[in-house]
């Protein structure tokens, strides 16, 4: 078929649920509608040769994204490789880590000093000119799909930097832009927001407005004071961002992560957070993707628990995000590093092994942001434990405070009137790595590494896709020289987003050495992964109770094979009972797991494949 019947083809098959829905959120207006018919138009009728042939081979093989084969791992350009173009000649490096899911972290032109790590976009059609041009973004992209690697990349739609040419016409008075944000002459509907309307950062950026005394006017700034929050009831906010996405999706793009999702509708006398017209934009963006490039996949960025982030994948009928991050496994599961309490996080996984099997999760451990401690406080209290007072126990222990702990971690937007916080920290130096080599301590250094790797089996053995923070394959700590910075010392956060250290790098293959152990540990875990049916997305899932409350039990069962994993989250070895029906090869080892008592070692980790 020409490609102009193809596109044909796709807009037929969403036009009037697209038609309808934009209507009723946009009150009629067909001019509008009309004007994003043309940007679709433009877009999947220009979209290049090579693209389009992997759009229809990702069309034939719906499911490519949710087999056993795909690793990822998230990077910032700068620290890992300096620029675009030395992050081309680094892909051997990353194909010897078995990543095929390259996440990259903003790298779109935003203001220094101002940027909140790239979240802060002067504009979507400009690479940060640091790091190179839209040109070399788009040759990395075709190299990375010559060596068979996704690339993933942050699309920043709830708002601009103050120094988008938006933005810059809003403020010198412009009427038509200052309706593309929210502007008010004074503070009497910013308080009625402001009453209903939770804050993000209560102690480095309070409140949701900003004052303007050159415009003097009041802005929404939900984030930070010089992010500006859009307005999507204007519709041609929309368009024009649905323009940039397609932009990006056409540089080559295949994931494209929408940050920030549930923030992107503002209603008076609500929460502004998670309102139906969200999952109406999101099953617009899903729709259109579809349309132009049904190769690009929908990243959601969603920070709640899984009940509330279910709705965003939307229905079978009317699917809207393709993955979504799994925060609350990752936040509970440093939780039970602490605690050395499974009970939690066993009954997280139930819940969320519960959902229908085609929700796919990202699972990590670590990311470029802090750890918010989004536990089930409900659950918890029932346990004796107190959300503020277990918040600080956790804080305590992962910045070192606590008896006994060999943890190195900073707090981040600590509120020493609530007592609440956040944390930062590399893996290596949450596990203890860190404070090991301060002591020269090589019982403790085992105990660190031992923990990691449990954490990685743990973490690979979920459903969905594993994603890697670059670094966590060799043990980076944490990185101090961020204090000496005055663009980042007040963001704690950098603590773990230091240069990548190629030094370190290449002990990866010297015996013996903590890299060494870490980097063949993950990528022999990832090699199994990749081996084994039972690791596909749509296994089916149980989680045991092991009788053991430092000791974690997954099954997994899938095209004949089953899976029963254990995780000893205790520095102490554990007793643990193998049932007959479950002995078979322990794959982490290669030896035979019998039935009857086994015993796992401190911070133990087995993977029991039975056919």
């Known amino acids: 078929m020409e490609i102009k019947d193809i596109f044909k083809a796709r807009l037929e098959k969403h036009w009037d649920e697209l038609k309808w829905l934009y209507c009723e959120l946009y009150e009629n207006r067909m001019d509008s509608f009309q004007e994003l018919v043309g940007i679709l138009e433009t877009y999947g009728l220009s979209r290049e040769e090579g693209l389009r042939k992997l759009d229809q081979k990702r069309e034939q093989s719906p499911d490519w994204y949710r087999k056993n084969d795909l690793v990822g791992m998230m990077l910032y350009v700068d620290a890992f490789a300096k620029d675009l173009k030395g992050l081309q000649k680094k892909l051997p490096y990353l194909k010897e880590c078995g990543v095929n899911y390259l996440h990259l972290m903003p790298l779109l032109e935003s203001p220094k000093g101002k940027s909140d790590g790239g979240y802060a976009v002067s504009d979507f059609r400009k690479v940060q000119p640091s790091l190179g041009t839209m040109e070399d973004l788009k040759?990395?992209?075709?190299?990375?799909?010559?060596?068979?690697?996704?690339?993933?990349?942050?699309?920043?739609?709830?708002?601009?930097?103050?120094?988008?040419?938006?933005?810059?016409?809003?403020?010198?008075?412009?009427?038509?832009?200052?309706?593309?944000?929210?502007?008010?002459?004074?503070?009497?509907?910013?308080?009625?927001?402001?009453?209903?309307?939770?804050?993000v950062f209560p102690t480095t950026a309070p409140g949701n407005f900003t004052w303007?005394?050159?415009?003097?006017?009041?802005?929404?700034?939900t984030f930070y004071p010089y992010q500006w929050d859009l307005n999507y009831r204007n519709p041609k906010v929309f368009n024009a961002m649905t323009d940039n996405l397609l932009n990006l999706a056409?540089?080559?793009?295949?994931?494209?992560?929408?940050?920030?999702?549930?923030?992107?509708?503002?209603?008076?006398?609500?929460?502004?957070?998670?309102?139906?017209?969200?999952?109406?934009?999101?099953?617009?963006?899903?729709?259109?993707?579809?349309?132009?490039?049904?190769?690009?996949?929908?990243?959601?960025?969603?920070?709640?628990?899984?009940?509330?982030?279910?709705?965003y994948f939307g229905t079978l009928e009317k699917p809207e995000c393709h993955m979504l991050y799994n925060v609350t496994t990752m936040a509970t599961t440093w939780h039970t590093v602490a605690t050395k309490d499974v009970s939690l996080l066993q009954e997280q996984l139930r819940i969320v092994s519960g959902l229908p099997t085609d929700y796919l999760f990202l699972n990590y451990l670590r990311c470029h942001d802090d750890i918010g401690w989004g536990l089930s406080y409900p659950w918890l209290q029932r346990k004796g434990m107190e959300e503020n007072p277990h918040k600080r126990f956790l804080n305590d222990y992962f910045t070192g405070k606590f008896p006994g702990s060999d943890a190195r971690g900073e707090l981040y937007n600590d509120d020493p009137a609530s007592g609440d916080a956040r944390l930062c920290g590399t893996t290596a130096s949450l596990c203890g790595l860190e404070a090991a080599k301060e002591r020269g301590d090589a019982a403790g250094t085992d105990r660190a590494i031992g923990l990691d790797l449990m954490l990685h089996a743990f973490m690979l053995s979920l459903s969905g896709i594993p994603v890697i923070y670059s670094g966590d394959e060799i043990g980076q700590l944490n990185d101090y020289s961020y204090k000496e910075d005055p663009d980042k010392c007040a963001d704690s956060r950098y603590v773990h987003r230091g240069a990548f250290p190629w030094r370190r790098a290449a002990l990866r293959n010297r015996k013996g050495t903590a890299p060494e152990r870490l980097f063949h540990g993950i990528t022999r875990m990832e090699e199994i992964r990749r081996a084994h049916p039972v690791f596909v997305s749509g296994a089916g899932v149980s989680v045991p109770d092991t009788g053991n409350p430092s000791v974690l039990c997954l099954v997994r069962e899938a095209e004949g094979e089953r899976l029963t994993a254990f995780y000893n989250f205790s520095p102490d070895p554990q007793q643990i009972s193998l049932p007959e029906e479950q002995a078979g090869t322990e794959l982490l080892s290669g030896k035979q797991a019998l039935a009857g008592s086994l015993e796992l070692p401190p911070y133990g980790a087995m993977w029991i494949l039975k056919r």
């Open 212 to 221: 303007l005394p050159d415009a003097g006017k009041y802005v929404m700034t």
């Open 139 to 199: 040759k990395l992209c075709g190299e990375c799909h010559r060596q068979n690697i996704s690339i993933c990349l942050d699309f920043v739609m709830n708002h601009t930097s103050e120094d988008h040419h938006w933005a810059r016409k809003a403020r010198a008075g412009e009427k038509a832009y200052q309706d593309r944000y929210f502007f008010f002459d004074d503070d009497t509907i910013p308080r009625i927001y402001e009453s209903t309307c939770p804050q």
């Open 250 to 311: 056409n540089q080559g793009v295949d994931i494209i992560r929408i940050d920030a999702v549930p923030y992107i509708w503002k209603t008076l006398g609500t929460s502004c957070r998670n309102l139906p017209q969200v999952h109406t934009i999101v099953r617009m963006l899903r729709m259109i993707c579809e349309i132009v490039c049904p190769g690009v996949l929908l990243l959601g960025e969603v920070v709640m628990e899984p009940e509330k982030v279910a709705p």
